[in-house]
């Protein structure tokens, strides 16, 4: 029998309606996936295994009745941001111990009504603030890859490290992740595998632990561009729980792959050919050109000359805005509390002992930015930048881009624990350099897997569309993806 | 602008967050390193801009204020450390 678990989820949604076997054969072989590579890997903090045998089952008797749903059946792992019901919700932190919601996020009540089975509870970096997946209560998650002939363990990129592994690995057909800054794309990039960040507003927050609830958008991490898009088709709802989820119909975005690109315009934007850039990534951006450009696509040349302001007016807006959103873990209504003399040092200690060292970090910046006398100086200015940041994009679009092609990431994947990453905040910061930017104007980006470096690590190309244009991102990743083939890490663990 | 220690331990005190002598001194590094690079945004000319408020322009979804959810106050105290007959538990706060 062939191994389930290398099926796409396209191919899956055949074989399960032509009987080829079942979803819980399906799952079965997930599950005996994960038990082989958790240990390993640390992809999941939680396994549903008895959950997920009974969703299963009962997408098999629905697929016998011919009553399918778009994922009937499917298995998929969840980062452990989105609330699932009366299943470990921490956000891969220690102040929300043992915290299990009475009720369910939209994007999660979406897949689940599709008929989607969920597998377990991904790993992330605590409240989705991290590159690498090492600022998780829960340990480090592991890349399945390696560099050719190493034993070095290498981070799988964060926040979302657990669900982009879990892919990786085979450890679930797809995953939800989110993304702030980069979080969906970056770990999809140096894991091989194809991430999208929908336009803000495509995905409903509700549900979703918050961290900067203007960047924070829901999104998928899949093998290939299809499922991802199939995924997101599932995800995306306007909701009333979520007066930022927009009312435009989602689209078949499945129908735009497979569209020839002849006549679209491809900007490269000159801002994102950063000083100290690894030869390897210009070299593989030039291939991105190449191919699109074969394909009957139009390559111009942009400016966007507020690029580099982007990342550090994120790290202006993005700890403001968590600083607020974190504000209610006190001890009192959920999660850890830690006893004090008094209420004040109950709410001190809880949150000294609940919280990890990035997360009181960035608590700090926001605290502070925001603190009277410093709310023009740095808040102000940076949702001003921000403006600009977002013109320089609507230009790019008003001159008839289609399109942006940029490079996912400034690196291949680092090792874990890395030192010269850990000594300076900012250096960590900075792996976000090419993602952060349509965040902060709240675009569509998608990373598809585009080669490996001379190491044999994945490298990723990014694609930014028009607000609410992932149907072009998807149009033009195939391309990409036709072009480059898969990537597989060679099997070392379990 | 930089951050002395005892700025640290202020904002500290904001946030609610206990930070021993030693932390707030490894912080007081750490916070300076993130400000000196946002620095980087006063050579950005801001004259006339409008900050964002919100990346998708449209206005305001409204509804009618009624009530359209209740009667859940043992799932709301679910989850609570300390709760009785669904009401939050916490030590002492008037005397």
């Known amino acids: ?494 | 602008m930089s951050v002395d220690t005892d700025t640290v331990k202020r904002v500290a005190r904001l946030a609610r967050i206990k930070v021993s002598e030693d932390d707030a001194m490894r912080m007081t590094g750490e916070l300076n390193a993130i400000l000196g690079f946002v620095e980087q945004l006063d050579e950005v000319n801001i004259d006339g801009v409008e900050p964002m408020t919100s990346v998708v322009e449209q206005t305001m979804k409204k509804r009618a204020d009624g009530i359209t959810d209740g009667n859940k106050s043992a799932d709301i105290t679910l989850n609570a450390p300390a709760s009785e007959d669904s009401f939050f538990m916490v030590p002492k706060v008037v005397e």
């Not at chain 1, 595998?193 to 979703?208: A, H």
């Not at chain 1, 990342?311 to 504000?327: F, G, K």
């Not at chain 1, 008094?342 to 000294?352: L, P, S």
Request: charged share 20%; with cysteine.
């Open chain 1, 1 to 494: 029998m062939t191994d389930l678990t290398k099926l796409t989820i396209a191919e899956a949604r055949e074989g399960l309606k032509n009987k080829d076997y079942t979803s819980l054969e399906l799952t079965e072989a997930f599950l005996g996936n994960i038990e082989a590579a958790n240990n390993s890997l640390n992809a999941y903090v939680t396994v549903t295994a008895d959950q997920a045998r009974d969703m299963a089952k009962a997408s098999d008797e629905k697929l016998g009745k011919g009553d399918a749903g778009a994922l009937e059946g499917i298995p998929l792992g969840i980062k452990d941001l989105f609330a699932t019901k009366g299943v470990h919700t921490q956000a891969c932190s220690h102040i929300l111990d043992g915290f299990k919601p009475a009720y369910e996020s939209t994007v999660t009540s979406n897949l689940w009504a599709d008929g989607a089975v969920m597998l377990g509870k991904l790993n992330m970096d605590e409240f989705a603030m991290g590159s690498s997946n090492e600022t998780s209560y829960y340990g480090d998650v592991i890349n399945p890859w390696r560099k050719k002939g190493s034993n070095q363990d290498l981070v799988p990129g964060g926040s979302s490290g657990g669900s982009a592994t879990a892919v990786a690995a085979r450890m679930c057909m797809g995953a939800t992740a989110t993304d702030t800054g980069g979080s969906i794309r970056q770990p999809a990039a140096f894991t091989g595998t194809v991430g999208i960040k929908p336009t803000y507003g495509r995905c409903s927050r509700w549900g979703v632990v918050a961290f900067a609830s203007s960047l924070d958008q829901a999104g998928p991490i899949a093998h290939t561009v299809r499922d991802s898009a199939i995924l997101l088709k599932s995800m995306a709802s306007v909701d009333p729980k979520d007066t930022t989820s927009v009312d435009i119909e989602v689209p078949d975005y499945e129908a735009a792959i497979g569209k020839s690109v002849k006549g679209l315009k491809i900007g490269i934007p000159a801002e994102y050919r950063m000083d100290g850039m690894p030869g390897e990534i210009e070299e593989l951006w030039q291939q991105g050109i190449e191919w699109l450009k074969d394909a009957g696509a139009e390559i111009v040349d942009i400016s966007m000359p507020h690029t580099k302001y982007a990342l550090p007016a994120y790290y202006i807006v993005a700890p403001a805005e968590a600083s607020s959103n974190l504000a209610r873990y006190d001890g009192v209504r959920y999660g850890l509390r830690v006893p004090g003399k008094d209420i004040v040092e109950m709410y001190e200690n809880t949150r000294a002992e609940g919280f990890g060292e990035e997360v009181k970090r960035r608590v700090l910046i926001g605290t502070y930015v925001l603190s009277a006398g410093y709310y023009d100086a740095y808040y102000l200015k940076a949702q001003k930048v921000r403006t600009l940041i977002k013109r320089d994009f609507d230009l790019a679009w008003a001159n008839g881009v289609d399109a942006i092609l940029t490079p996912a990431t400034p690196s291949a994947a680092f090792g874990v624990a890395d030192q010269d990453l850990h000594s300076d905040p900012v250096k960590m910061y900075l792996n976000d350099i090419f993602t952060v930017t349509v965040n902060m104007a709240g675009l569509p980006g998608i990373s598809v897997p585009a080669g490996l470096d001379k190491s044999g690590l994945p490298l990723g190309l990014q694609l930014i569309g028009k607000p609410f244009d992932e149907s072009t991102l998807f149009q033009v990743g195939q391309i990409i993806e036709d072009a480059a083939g898969s990537f597989e890490p060679e099997k070392w663990w379990g």
